[in-house]
């Protein structure tokens, strides 16, 4: 899975290369080392610096919407 911004990215290679901030932490435990991999070299042409998160109602409508079609 490509990485949605630059901020993401950095996260991603900073938890793979063993920083020891909390979200770093949290990261490692509950990603492999191969998926962070992927975020880490989505190239960073194009991307913007942050992506303002989705807001729970969004992702909730999302959700039930590709549920939908899946059945």
Do not use: I, N
Not at 63 to 69: D, H, N, V
Request: glycine share 4%.
């Amino acid at each position: 899975m490509p990485a949605r911004s630059k901020a993401q990215q950095h996260l991603m290679a900073a938890a793979a290369h063993g920083a020891t901030f909390p979200m770093a932490k949290k990261l490692r435990s509950s990603m492999t080392l191969q998926q962070m991999a992927e975020f880490e070299d989505t190239p960073t042409k194009g991307l913007p610096k942050h992506v303002k998160p989705a807001s729970r109602t969004r992702r909730v409508k999302e959700y039930q919407s590709s549920y939908r079609k899946g059945r």
